[in-house]
């Protein structure tokens, strides 16, 4: 079969600009549809913190661009690095006027404009290449104009003429809504009637809205996921618009990419292990702890936490019911993330209060992360929802148990112990509470205490395989059922 032209663009890609999993994702996707033949750019913005670490270099023919956007012309170049292991280069959209902050994400009046400016330096740089992608690849609220300019702006163009659109929703808890007075700044003057009219009432307009109404498909990141926010519950008000696009709308899970986040060769981690070989993942765990100065155990289990810290990721359940068995069990926690200051504090203060139990490190640690992966025995995850989530696959390829609430990807990808029958790979609990979560701590201690229960669970999870190898055709077979579809 022909290969395809496929342009994705988004607003993080791994290791050059990450905050969270749609940086491994789109990073892991590009490299492996490259290496199954398909001719692939990645498009993303030259953030000032990319300049200051990656080596890149100018695309000829690509300097000094031009589009009008927030009442002017903005300028802008592509430059271009080298993906690590991939043949799908990297493009970057340079525009120090609106990328070279202190973050990826701002709450800055001109946020809209920077992400709309993404997106047209990424057609742009096709229509200066000649470049006709067959997809174009749109990820989060950052890309979703993308669909729908290709049908207004870009039309005219013969080059798009066989482009067809997908929009990933990897979170639809951020959705990209700008005051309805912004319309012309954004560039959407002209596509003014194309806008949802009830938003444009209610005086806002939506990046991710947008994207899900013109979009050709749209999927998420895991099948759960996407019944989920069909439903009142889990479709932050979008679950209408989710609904009448259901036939258009196809759950994929994420893949781990098992070159970075294999225990017997990760070049993170300083000593490797497998299954049927654990002597490594011992050695990690005195060597995590000794990192993070607690106290060396062999007996005690290990609990790991790496997450950005709002209220998607669900800490008030840790909040409400870890301080009981800290107090009465032999046991560690090491906690690796940042965010909302609320959560920060908690876990300062449960550092605090329990010296020698608790370590806390409020940064964000590519390194430790895939230490505190490999040296735990537990890792916990119980989100209030999770689209997908990386961790808990990164954890049962570690032999980490992971215990998660059962929502989106988590109940798509964790199997709960069952002790009778001897199955599961995790522990999964049902209900958003502070005694469920707590129930579901108790079964790890009781499951602890009986070693030979815990190899087993532990040894499950690690037979799995999670690589994209496993996954990237069901995404080419979606962008070939794309590229099929009449408009
Ligand atoms: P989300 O994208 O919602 O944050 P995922 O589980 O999909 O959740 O992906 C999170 C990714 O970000 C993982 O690769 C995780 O290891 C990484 N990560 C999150 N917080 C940190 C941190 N403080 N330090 C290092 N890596 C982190
Ligand atoms: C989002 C979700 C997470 C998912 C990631 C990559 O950030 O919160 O669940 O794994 O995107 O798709």
Known sequence: MPSLRILQISAECAPFAKTGGLADVSAALSRYLAGAGHDVRLVLPLYQRVKQKAKLRPVEGLQDLKVRLGGREQWFSIWQADAPRSKAPVWFVRAPQYF?????????????????????????????????????????????????????????????KDAR????????GYQGWFPAT???????GDERHLLHQDHLQEGRVGFLVTGLLWADMLSTVSATYAKEIQTD???VGLQGILRSRADRLKGIVNGIDSDEWDPS????????????????????????????????????????????????????????????????EDMRLVVLGSGEERYERFFGWLAQTFPGKVAYLQSYDEELSHWIEAGSDVFLMPSRYEPCGLNQMYSQR?????????????????????????????FVFERFDAQSFHSA??????????????????????????SWETRIDEYIELYRSLHALRR
């Open 100 to 160: 070279e902050r202190e973050s990826l994400y701002t709450e800055d009046a001109d946020e809209g404009q920077r992400f709309a400016l993404l997106t047209h330096a990424a057609l742009l740089s096709c229509q200066h290449t000649g470049w006709a992608p067959h997809v174009v690849h749109a990820h989060d609220w950052h890309a979703a104009l993308a669909p729908l300019l290709l049908r207004t702006h870009y039309a005219w163009d013969r080059l798009f």
């Open 165 to 172: 659109s997908l929009l990933s929703i990897h979170n639809l």
């Open 182 to 188: 912004a319309i012309d700044e954004l560039g959407l």
């Open 233 to 235: 519950e889990h479709g």
């Open 265 to 328: 060769s990760d070049p993170r981690i300083p000593h490797h292990y497998a299954l049927g070989e654990l002597d490594g993942k011992r050695r990690m765990k005195a060597a995590l702890l000794e990192r993070v100065g607690l106290p060396p155990t062999t007996t005690a289990p290990v609990f790991g936490i790496v997450s950005r810290l709002t209220m998607q990721k669900g800490f008030e359940l840790v909040h409400d019911a870890i301080s009981v068995l800290l107090r009465r």
């Open 398 to 426: 570690a032999g980490t148990v992971p215990l998660v609430r059962r929502t989106g990807g988590l109940a798509d990808t964790v199997q709960d112990w069952d002790p009778a029958a001897r199955t599961g790979t995790g």
């Open 441 to 466: 701590l108790e079964r790890v201690f009781a499951t602890w205490r009986d070693q030979d229960s815990w190899r087993r669970l532990q040894a499950q999870g690690m037979a799995l395989d999670w």
